[in-house]
């Protein structure tokens, strides 16, 4: 019934009589601004390199995140073409514009090229942007240079996970974590500046337990009809993603305890963050496990006041250790 009905929402959204004005609208929908959060994570390594008040370094940074915006919307509707006919199955998916028939297949297609080319666009003009400092990447032909293939690397690999790796288990759970850490290299290399690795390790861990605790909402929510939805949510079951989601839960907060004693970033007093980071993960667990949801961390974080409060008030406690206490 779901599939006709959207056959038949399609039809009558089709019709000339629907202005461009509503269709763009329907185009930036979409694209999924609300996912944008994820891109924050380019901006973490202008944060705790305290790199933050440096006009050329902050015009870097924000550039690099409006690029990362525009290609993962193109990834996003590049995956929603191709999981139409199961998303108009999907009890949630099925409002999504395309699987609604709010937005036409040819217009979604030239969207996703019009994202690709203005992507390239503003990588182009990234390159006539002043390096702020020192360039370490010279030897590895440069920081523009290694920007640009770490974005093309994300596109590609977020395209194939689309077409063959989200069929292949705990794969397509390691390329949704992958997409978070390439936004982390990313931002560090178009300042440029080094992250200690355990910065990287928790941005692993992390993004590892939110796929996790997705695929579990997933299988919750759909029950049997899992694998008619997603073929690959019959290779995982309720109590494995249990365990994973305790090992990466853990191993997100001895990694992140650790980079605060062990990093050379905020000489240790990055401790004061602990608890906000502690209160956050127990939150998304509480939620995940009580409220049944965990299906979209962005939404979580923007709705949730618990959440968002533990973010700010992690965010202003890093701001005052970096920023505010004397090095």
């Given amino acids: 019934m779901q599939y006709h009905d959207a056959n ?24 999924r601004p609300r996912q944008w959060t994820k891109n924050c994570a380019v901006i973490i390594g202008l944060v705790f390199a305290q790199q933050l008040f440096d006009l050329q370094a902050l015009e870097r940074a924000a550039l690099a995140f409006v690029i990362f915006c525009l290609a993962s919307s193109s990834t996003y509707l590049f995956n929603d073409l191709l999981d139409l006919e199961k998303d108009r199955r999907h009890p949630l998916k099925c409002k999504r ?8 297949i040819p217009w979604a297609r030239v969207a996703i090229g019009a994202l690709l080319v203005v992507d390239g666009g503003l990588i182009v003009l990234l390159y006539q942007l002043p390096i702020p400092k020192h360039d370490m990447f010279a030897a590895l032909g440069g920081t523009n240079l290694c920007f640009t293939l770490i974005i093309g690397g994300y596109v590609f690999l977020m395209m194939l996970y689309s077409i063959r790796l989200k069929h292949i288990v705990l794969i397509d759970v390691f390329v949704i974590a992958s997409g978070f850490l390439l936004r982390i290299m ?13 910065l990287y390790l928790v941005t692993s861990f992390l993004s590892l337990f939110l796929a996790f605790s997705k695929r579990r909402h997933e299988l919750v929510l759909l029950q049997k009809d899992a694998g008619n939805h997603r073929q690959i949510l019959k290779e995982y079951s309720v109590p494995m993603l249990d365990q994973m989601i305790t090992v990466t839960a853990t191993a997100t907060l001895i990694s992140y305890s650790l980079y605060t004693l062990e990093g050379h970033t905020g000489h240790q007093r990055l401790l004061v963050t602990i608890p906000f980071v502690l209160y956050g993960m127990f939150r998304y667990l509480y939620l ?17 006041r618990h959440m968002l409060g533990a973010v700010l008030l992690c965010a202003i406690a890093v701001g005052v250790v970096l920023y505010l206490l004397p090095q």
């Fill in 8 to 31: 038949s929402r399609y039809a009558a959204n089709t019709s000339p009589h629907v202005g461009i004005g509503q269709r763009m609208l329907v185009i930036l929908e979409a694209l």
């Fill in 186 to 198: 990313a931002g560090a290399v178009v300042i440029p500046v080094s992250i200690s690795p355990w």
């Fill in 288 to 304: 995940v496990y009580i409220r049944m949801e965990g299906g979209s961390p962005e939404e979580i974080l923007l709705r949730d």
């Fill in 97 to 104: 514009p395309l699987a609604s028939g709010r937005l036409p």
